[in-house]
């Protein structure tokens, strides 16, 4: 049975992750690390790349004292970006090519 409660444990744990995934949010209105104020707005910025390689930042700008700080993506863009492949023209518009998510966002390859 020790198999089993291993099993119901494992599936608690990825229905935890996948729940607090689906319901990430960033605060616009983070406190300001300067001043401390929480009076700001978020701007994604995608072509920065963190020294660890993760792709984006979510910018903070606080509206008392004008600072700006980056924040990683909650979900990596690999999880969620979609693209569209090159047609010859006079072709029909193809679908939405999505990665195929292999564990908690990760794509396979």
Known sequence: MAG????VRTWLQA???????????????????SCG?????IQWYGNLVWPDGTKGAVVHTCHVDKARWGEKPIVKSTAWDISLQEQ??????????????????RRAG
């Open 37 to 41: 104020a929480r009076n700001g707005e």
């Open 88 to 105: 010859p023209q006079g072709t029909p518009v193809p679908f939405l090519n999505r990665p195929e998510p292999t564990s908690f966002g």
């Open 4 to 7: 089993v409660e291993g099993l």
């Open 15 to 33: 229905l935890w992750q996948a729940w607090r995934i689906q319901h990430a949010t960033v605060d616009p209105n983070a406190k300001c690390p």
